[in-house]
Nanobody, 116 residues
Framework: VQLQASGGGLVQAGGSLRLPCAAS????????MAWFRQAPGKERETVAS??????YYADSVKGRFAISRDNAKNTVYLQMNSLKPDDTAVYYC????????????WGQGTQVTVSS
């Protein structure tokens, strides 16, 4: 499975960005998809994940971020609204097969920088 993340950039606080992650080598419907992020000097954290019937969000992004999937395009999206400087990080999309417990497939990361 190959994952290609994009859509990062520089945005002012309060702005929005949408990060797409295109998957190849497997159909999206067979995968659990997630977005992680890692800020300088901090540990990587799970931002959001999505399965067939369940979505998860970190408390820090609830109500501001939305994860969605387009199975026809084999793409998962992270819509980020009301961005804050604390959201500045490298964002990674990841995937795992439903039967696996850990995410084994990772995209290359895309930088999101939120200025105050």
């Amino acid at each position: 499975v190959q994952l290609q993340a994009s859509g990062g950039g520089l945005v002012q606080a309060g702005g929005s960005l949408r990060l797409p992650c295109a998957a190849s080598g497997a159909t999206l419907s067979s995968l659990v998809m997630a977005w992680f992020r890692q800020a300088p000097g901090k540990e990587r954290e799970t931002v959001a994940s999505i399965t067939w019937s369940f979505t998860y969000y970190a408390d820090s992004v609830k109500g501001r971020f939305a994860i969605s999937r387009d199975n026809a395009k084999n793409t998962v999206y992270l819509q980020m609204n009301s961005l804050k400087p604390d959201d500045t990080a490298v964002y990674y999309c990841a995937a795992r097969i439903y039967s696996q417990s850990s995410y084994n497939y990772w995209g290359q990361g895309t930088q999101v920088t939120v200025s105050s």
